[in-house]
């Protein structure tokens, strides 16, 4: 009887954690996608030049697409911080047709 209890605990931490990651995987992402660095919290910054009326940005966050693996509409993107250096790879679904 310990066992099973044992086992169905080691069941129910190991599903947690996995949810747990997805989580945090899903929350960085979102991070990124937004302009934030998710390791040093540097935001994108904007200027705005009064003399020309004209707004600029200066991004933190630099993204390019790796791979696009077509009609199966996974795009792997690699994220890169220009403060602290972070390098991160996603695979995104697309939802662009062929």
Known sequence: MQTLIFILILF???????????KTKKSRL?????????TCKAKTKTFFDKNTN?????E?????ILRNHGCSEVV???YSCNNCGL????????????
């Not at 390098?87 to 062929?98: A, V």
Request: charged share 15%.
């Open 76 to 78: 792997e993107i690699e």
């Open 12 to 22: 129910l931490i190991s599903i947690f954690s996995v949810l747990l990651y997805f």
């Open 60 to 64: 933190v966050i630099n993204s390019r």
């Open 30 to 38: 979102d991070l990124l996608n937004s302009g934030e660095c998710p």
């Open 87 to 98: 390098k991160e790879i996603h695979s995104i679904n697309s939802s662009s047709c062929c």
């Open 54 to 58: 004209t707004t600029f940005t200066s």
